[in-house]
C-alpha cells in the first residue's frame, strides 16, 4: 500500500466525507428525478404533438441511448483526463440538454436533446461512485457509497410528487416541470468548483505533490474536528510502481485481460440482469396489471408507494454491505427481488398487489446500492472509472431492450410468463456475483487489486 492509501485509510468518517456524500448524492438525486419526470411528461407529449405510439416509445427511449454512451464515455475518459473534470463536464451538459428540452417545439427535437441529457445522466451516475470511493476507508466505503446510491431514490419520489402538481397545471406544466428538475444543478455545479481530485488517480499519474496536498488538507479538517491529532499512517508502506498513463483502447483490452476477466464478466452480468429485470418489471406493470382488469397501478398512491420504498431499499442494502458483504448483499435482495416479482404475477387482490409491488421496488433498488459500491472496488485504479463506467453502460441494453422483449413474449408466455423469464434472469445475475465475485468487505481498494486481482505484480492498463 502507498503512503497516500495509508493515510487515506487511517482516517475517520468526518465532515470532508459527508460533504463528499452531499456533493455526489445532490447529483444522483437530480440524475433520478431526471430520469423519472420523462415518464410523467409523456402523456402530455403524447396529446401536444398527436404522437403515435411507436413515436412515444421512440421519445421514452431516448434518455436510455444517451445514457449508454455517457456511461461509457465517461468511465473511459475518467481514468485518462480524472474524475472531476468528467464528472462536472458531464453535469453541465445535463443542465443544459434540460433546459433546452423544456423548450422543444417538436418531438424530434425533444428525442435529440433528450439524447444529449441522458449522455450527461449517465456520465455521472457512472463516474461518481469510481471517483467518491477512493477517498473513504475501506471500514466505511461499502455503507458509504451504497447511501450515496440511495440519493437516486429521493429524485424518484420528487418526479412522483412534482410531476403530479406541475405536469396536468396547464399546457405549460410539462415545461415548468423539466425546467424545475434542470435549475438546481447550476447550484450544485457551482458548490463543486471546490471538490478536489482524487488522490489516488493522481497518485497513478505521478502527480504525487498534488496527491498529498489533497490529503493534508483532508487530515487538517477532520484533526480541527476532532480536536486531536490524527494517529501515523501505517509503518509498512511503499511508492506505487510506475503505470502506465494508458489509452482508450488500452483501458478497454485491460478489462478482459487475465487478472480481470472473470471481474469483468460478472459485472457485466449482474448489471444486465439487474436493469433488464428493474425495467422489464417497472416499465410494463401498469399495463400488464390493467390487461389482467387490475386497475391499482393507475393510482397515484400506488406510484408513491413504489418510489418511497425505494428509500428503505437502498439504505438497508447500504447497512448490510458492510455488515454481511456485498456479494451476500446483492445476491439476496436479488433474489427476493425475484421472489417479489413472482408474488406480483400471482396475486389477484389490490391489497396484495401493493404490498408485493413495495417488496419489489424495496429489494430490486436495494440490488442497485450493493452494485454501486462493489463494481469500482473491484478494479484497479487505472481501470476503475473505466470498469464502472462499461458495466454500467451494458446496463442499459438491458433497459433499452427489456420493454421491447417483454412486448413479445407477453402475448405468448402471458403475464406469469413475463414474471418468471425475468426472475430467471435475475437468478442467473445473483448466481453469477456469488460464483465469479470476490471478497472486498475490510479491504482496502489497494489489497483488492494486489490479493485479488493480482495486479501489485502486474499492472493493468499498460
Same mark, same amino acid.
Given at each position: ?139 466505511? =466505503? !461499502? %455503507?458509504?457509497?451504497? @447511501?450515496? &446510491?440511495?440519493?437516486?431514490? +429521493? ?6 410528487? *412534482? #410531476? $403530479? ?39 497513478? =499519474? !505521478? %502527480?504525487?505533490?498534488? @496527491?498529498? &496536498?489533497?490529503?493534508?488538507? +483532508? ?6 474536528? *476532532? #480536536? $486531536? ?52 418489471? +417497472? ?180
Amino acid at each position: 500500500m502507498s503512503r497516500i492509501a495509508a493515510r487515506l485509510e487511517r482516517l475517520p468518517f468526518a465532515r470532508p466525507h459527508r460533504r463528499l456524500l452531499l456533493m455526489g448524492g445532490l447529483g444522483y438525486t437530480f440524475d433520478g428525478l431526471d430520469a423519472a419526470i420523462v415518464a410523467f411528461v409523456l402523456p402530455a407529449l403524447t396529446a401536444l404533438w398527436s404522437l403515435t405510439s411507436v413515436e412515444t416509445g421512440v421519445l421514452a427511449s431516448a434518455n436510455f441511448i444517451g445514457y449508454f454512451v455517457g456511461a461509457f464515455c465517461a468511465g473511459n475518459f475518467g481514468d485518462l483526463i480524472g474524475r472531476r473534470r468528467v464528472m462536472m463536464s458531464a453535469l453541465a451538459i445535463f443542465c443544459l440538454a434540460s433546459l433546452v428540452t423544456a423548450f422543444a417545439t417538436s418531438w424530434s427535437m425533444f428525442f435529440w436533446w433528450r439524447i444529449l441529457a441522458g449522455m450527461g445522466t449517465g456520465a455521472e451516475s457512472a463516474i461518481v461512485a469510481p471517483f467518491l470511493s477512493e477517498f473513504v476507508a475501506s471500514r466505511y =466505503r !461499502g %455503507r458509504f457509497i451504497g @447511501a450515496l &446510491a440511495g440519493f437516486f431514490s +429521493f429524485g424518484f419520489l420528487g418526479a412522483a410528487l *412534482l #410531476g $403530479r402538481a406541475m405536469v396536468p397545471a396547464g399546457p405549460w406544466g410539462w415545461r415548468a416541470a423539466i425546467v424545475v428538475t434542470a435549475l438546481p444543478i447550476v447550484m450544485l455545479l457551482w458548490w463543486r468548483r471546490a471538490l478536489p481530485e482524487s488522490p489516488r488517480w493522481l497518485e497513478t =499519474r !505521478g %502527480r504525487i505533490q498534488e @496527491a498529498e &496536498a489533497i490529503v493534508e488538507r +483532508f487530515e487538517q479538517s477532520i484533526e480541527q474536528e *476532532l #480536536g $486531536r491529532p490524527l494517529p501515523p499512517p501505517a509503518a509498512e508502506t511503499q511508492a506505487p510502481r510506475p503505470v502506465s498513463r494508458g489509452t482508450l483502447f488500452s483501458n478497454l483490452r485491460a478489462l478482459w485481460s487475465r487478472q480481470l476477466a472473470r471481474i469483468t464478466a460478472m459485472t457485466w452480468l449482474a448489471w444486465l440482469s439487474i436493469t433488464f429485470c428493474y425495467y422489464s418489471f +417497472f416499465s410494463w406493470i401498469p399495463s400488464l396489471m390493467v390487461k389482467n382488469g387490475l386497475t391499482i397501478t393507475k393510482s397515484f398512491n400506488y406510484s408513491i408507494a413504489i418510489y418511497a420504498a425505494q428509500v428503505p431499499g437502498y439504505y438497508s442494502a447500504a447497512f448490510f454491505n458492510e455488515r454481511f458483504g456485498r456479494q451476500a448483499t446483492i445476491s439476496v435482495y436479488m433474489i427476493l427481488g425475484g421472489v417479489s416479482a413472482l408474488a406480483l404475477s400471482l396475486t389477484h387482490s389490490n391489497f396484495w398487489i401493493m404490498v408485493a409491488g413495495v417488496c419489489l421496488s424495496f429489494f430490486m433498488n436495494g440490488t442497485y446500492a450493493g452494485l454501486y459500491a462493489y463494481t469500482p472496488e473491484l478494479f484497479p485504479t487505472q481501470v476503475r472509472a473505466t470498469g464502472m463506467g462499461v458495466a454500467s453502460a451494458i446496463g442499459r441494453i438491458g433497459a433499452i431492450s427489456a420493454p421491447i422483449i417483454v412486448g413479445y413474449v407477453f402475448p405468448l408466455a402471458g403475464f406469469a410468463g413475463v414474471f418468471g423469464i425475468s426472475t430467471i434472469i435475475l437468478l442467473a445475475g445473483a448466481i453469477s456475483v456469488v460464483v465469479l465475485g470476490v471478497r472486498t468487505r475490510g479491504k482496502s481498494l489497494e489489497e483488492i487489486a494486489a490479493e485479488e486481482l493480482g495486479a501489485k505484480q502486474e499492472p493493468v492498463g499498460v
